[in-house]
């Protein structure tokens, strides 16, 4: 993370921290348990927890069109989720955020309507050797239907992206340029500040997947000049099942529509039907109210927080474990950015990495063990995978000390 030298860790109450996310209390396997699996998903604090219960015991209703008072309060907090992902975004309208499954389902909506209008035979799709597949597949299946190809930025030995690469992969005819805000498995920030701009120069779309970016830092889709920019609820302290694509609305409006149905309709008649304009166009059916109120919650207990702090201290929790699990015989980490966020993949020599996961989880440990979703980045470093421990601003340095003595255990006895 980028680190204010005066920020003090001590400012970051963790202790007060944990006792808003009631799981952290459980015990697994009988042990108390140790949360390192946070890129996958995080955990949910009680803001959440309680606004999930509030909703469906005394404010569920269908939303839109409703004439009753159930109805137009559902509807207005589900309006109201919209404005709080639009400040959270840094997104100067609201309308331009549109509620999704997840990640995945934001990039195959993208890929779907506007790739299916801007991308044709020749056209490249520039992507980057740490993506996670969610934002390779939908743009191999693109390619695959429009004769196109997708082409990639290599990433080098610490496992940051090659800059120097770009200039000559940023030819006529890169269309798209879709990228990750941060590697899910390296943990690299990527510098997109830099990158956004090269591409805007040569009018290229430039699509940002957030989905790790926005669970570590604030972020301002305005500032970074990106045209989409796509996240997942669940990994921001949000319930699974909801996810936001942002778009900037000009563009949004004049894609086609991405599933037909209720909701996403002007007028419907057999002779032919027009579309409503963002955000209703792209959300098709009932949506997922609850989730999407989930969310809302989610965002603004993060933007609550002191960011600044927060930082500082998934930093030390980032800088303590890189240290500590470095004392281990045989181990190498994978991911030395100059700038990343608390994820660390490493490797036990001789160590199958499920192996490792397996022994952990019995003393309460979660962490995540394999491809991660993204077998290129792992086979450009001759891997298969990787153990991959990863940190919310509720772990704790304690923590650290219990996964490095478990795999130190497991090292005795599996090495
Ligand atoms: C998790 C993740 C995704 C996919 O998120 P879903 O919630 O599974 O849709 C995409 N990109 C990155 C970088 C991720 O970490």
Redesign the pocket.
Known sequence: MILDKDSSTAAWDVAAVRAEFPILGELVNGQPLVYLDN??TSQKPLAVIERLDAYYRAGNANIHRGVHALSQEATGAYESARKSVAKFLGAPEERSCIFT?????A?NLVAATWGRENIGAGDEILVSEM??H??IVPWQLLAERAGAKVTVIPVTDRGELDLDAIPALLTDRVKLLAL?H???SLGTINPVEQIIPLAKEKGITVLL?G??STAHFPVNVAKLGCDFFVF?G??VCGPTGI?VLWGKPDLLNAMPPYQGGGDMIDRVSFAGTTFRKIPERFEAGTPHIAGAIGLGAAVEYLMARDQASLAAYEHELLAYATEQLQSIEGLKIYGEAARKVSVVSFIIAGIHPNDLGTMLDVDGIAIRTGHH?TMPLWARFGLEGSCRASFAFYNTMEEVDKLVASLKKAQKLLG
């Not at 499954?101 to 389902?105: L, Q, S, V």
């Open positions: 890129a996958a499954r997840n990640a995945t389902e990039i993506e996670h969610a934002n990750c941060v590697s899910n997947d989905a790790q997942s669940h990994k996810g979703c």
